[in-house]
C-alpha cells in the first residue's frame, strides 16, 4: 500500500528552530511537496523536493533522501504565526495525484 | 489577480438534497481537483480532471459527481447518495508539465453542513 507518516502534533517555542519530519512508502516517486494550513484555511504551497539534499526559501527548508522515504520540513526563527498544520504529500505515479500525510499541528508559543 | 475561487463559503444542506459548489480559476491552469477534508483527517481527492470534458475518480468518489466542460469550471455537486456529506471541501488546480511536479494551489473552500 501506499503509505504517508508524519508526527501528529508538535509544540516550540517563539525564535527556536523545528524539525517536521515525514516518512513515505509508495509504489514510485516524482517529488514530495510541503504545504501549510492554517485553522479554516486552505493549504498553501511550501515546497518541493524530487532530488536528494535541501532546498532553503528563507525561513523554510526542506530536506529529502529518496533511498530512505524520508523528508523533513525546518522552521527556523520561529513566529506565533507559524502555528499551523504541516502536510506532507508524495505524487508517486505519473497520474499526477497525491497522497497526502495527515499533517503536523505544530503550536508556537511566546 | 490570478486564483481559484469556491462559492460559496458555507453551504448547508436538506435531506435528501443534491447540492453544486462551484469552483472556478483563472490561472489557465489545466489539471483540477475536487478534496474532502474532514478533522483530523488529511485530504481525501473525490474527482480529478486534467482536461477538458474528462475526469477521473478518486478515492471517495461514491455520492459526487463532476463535470468539466470549460477549462477554468469543475463544479462538484453532492448527491444525496452521499450520506456523510459534512466537511470542508477544497478544490485545486495545477499545471500539467512532465509527471506532475508542479504544485496544486487550491481555493478558499466551501464548508457544507446538513440541516
Known amino acids: 500500500g501506499q503509505n504517508i507518516d508524519q508526527p501528529t502534533e508538535m509544540t516550540a517555542t517563539e525564535g527556536a528552530i523545528v524539525q517536521i519530519n515525514c516518512t513515505y512508502q509508495?509504489?514510485?516517486?516524482?517529488?514530495l511537496f510541503w504545504y501549510q494550513q492554517h485553522a479554516g484555511e486552505a493549504p498553501t504551497f511550501l515546497s518541493y523536493?524530487?532530488l536528494d539534499g535541501l532546498e532553503e526559501k528563507g525561513r523554510f527548508s526542506s530536506f529529502l533522501s529518496r533511498s530512505k522515504g524520508y523528508s523533513y520540513l525546518l522552521l527556523k526563527e520561529l513566529q506565533m504565526k507559524d502555528s499551523a498544520s504541516y502536510l506532507c504529500?508524495?505524487?508517486?505515479?505519473?497520474?499526477?495525484?497525491?497522497?497526502w500525510g495527515l499533517g503536523t499541528s505544530l503550536a508556537v508559543n511566546p | 489577480d490570478g486564483g481559484i475561487t469556491q462559492s460559496p463559503k458555507y453551504l448547508f444542506r436538506k435531506e435528501g438534497q443534491n447540492v453544486t459548489l462551484s469552483c472556478e480559476q483563472n490561472?489557465?491552469?489545466?489539471?483540477m481537483y475536487w478534496y474532502r477534508q474532514d478533522p483530523g483527517q488529511g485530504l481525501r481527492l473525490i474527482y480529478y480532471?486534467?482536461?477538458?470534458?474528462?475526469?477521473q475518480k478518486g478515492d471517495i468518489a461514491e455520492g459526487y459527481s463532476v463535470s468539466r466542460e470549460k477549462k477554468e469550471s469543475f463544479p462538484l455537486t453532492v448527491t444525496s447518495a452521499q450520506k456523510n456529506p459534512t466537511a470542508f471541501y477544497l478544490c485545486?488546480?495545477?499545471?500539467?508539465?512532465?509527471?506532475?511536479?508542479?504544485?496544486?494551489?487550491f481555493g478558499d473552500g466551501t464548508r457544507l453542513s446538513i440541516l
Open positions: 485545486a488546480s495545477s499545471i500539467i508539465v512532465g509527471v506532475g511536479n508542479q504544485p496544486q494551489h
Open positions: 504529500a508524495v505524487n508517486a505515479g505519473n497520474n499526477r495525484k497525491l497522497i
Open positions: 509508495t509504489s514510485g516517486f516524482n517529488g
Open positions: 480532471s486534467q482536461i477538458v470534458n474528462d475526469f
Open positions: 490561472l489557465n491552469h489545466d489539471a
Open positions: 523536493n524530487v
